[in-house]
């Protein structure tokens, strides 16, 4: 499985932008890009993911470079909910997860 | 459609004592995944179910560690002789059969303390 490379912590200030980024040289060419967040004492929820198309959905954008070697999760203006965890997860179809350390996201209010 | 749901929350045991951990999969969903976490780190691996298989177990420590996930009823991993090491959140998650979303949704996971 490939392995990434994440930035250890990270603030944002309130209802700005902010973006998350992700190294992932490894990735196979059929392994999805998955971000999943855990927020404080829960367990980790779906944030977003793609193959090599930009995406966008309520929660996030995530931007993948043209080379697949990295990724960016873009939160368009944060909030306090989502100070978190955030992790950035290759997938290989039917493959079980491999979770990083993440980026704990402290937003500044 | 309620979530994957985990019981007990919280679990307290002695040295030596057994845990058994729960968890009821979303409905609809035939693939379960445990996970652990160690505090301040990020959540490992364990094992990867279907009804009534084991499909990879490769996270899972050799000794004193089982799972199982049976026809009916709910996913338990089973922790025998639990040594304070093993106090964690341990983390379970349903899927539908792999495809290309792959999403894993997770329970709230229960915290074992072993004193």
């Known amino acids: 499985d490939a392995k990434t490379t994440q930035p250890n912590s990270m603030e944002s200030n309130e209802e700005e932008p902010v973006h998350l980024p992700c190294n992932h040289s490894?990735?196979?060419?059929?392994?999805?890009i998955h971000w999943y967040r855990q927020l404080p004492s829960q367990g980790p929820e779906y944030v977003i993911h793609?193959?090599?198309s930009n995406v966008n959905n309520r929660m996030a954008s995530l931007a993948i470079a043209e080379d697949r070697k990295s990724s960016t999760l873009i939160l368009h203006r944060a909030t306090l909910r989502d100070a978190a965890v955030y992790y950035c997860?290759?997938?290989?179809?039917?493959?079980?997860?491999?979770f990083g350390t993440g980026t704990s996201l402290t937003v500044i209010p | 459609n309620a979530g994957v749901m985990q019981n007990p929350r919280h679990l307290v045991r002695r040295r030596g004592q057994e845990a058994r951990l729960r968890c009821s999969p979303m409905?609809?969903?035939?693939?379960v995944y445990w996970y652990r976490q160690l505090p301040e780190e990020g959540l490992k691996f364990m094992v990867y179910?279907?009804?009534?298989?084991?499909?990879?177990e490769s996270g899972m420590p050799k000794e004193r560690f089982s799972a199982e996930f049976p026809k009916e009823g709910p996913s338990i991993l089973r922790i025998q002789q639990v040594v304070r090491g093993d106090s964690a959140a341990y983390f379970c998650?349903?899927?539908?059969?792999?495809?290309?979303?792959?999403?894993?949704?997770f329970g709230p996971g229960t915290r074992l303390t072993v004193l």
């Open positions: 490894t990735i196979s060419g059929t392994d999805y």
């Open positions: 793609g193959l090599t």
């Open positions: 998650a349903s899927s539908p059969p792999p495809g290309a979303y792959n999403e894993q949704f």
């Open positions: 997860i290759p997938v290989r179809q039917g493959n079980q997860f491999y």
């Open positions: 409905k609809g969903h035939s693939h």
């Open positions: 179910l279907q009804k009534e298989n084991i499909i990879d």
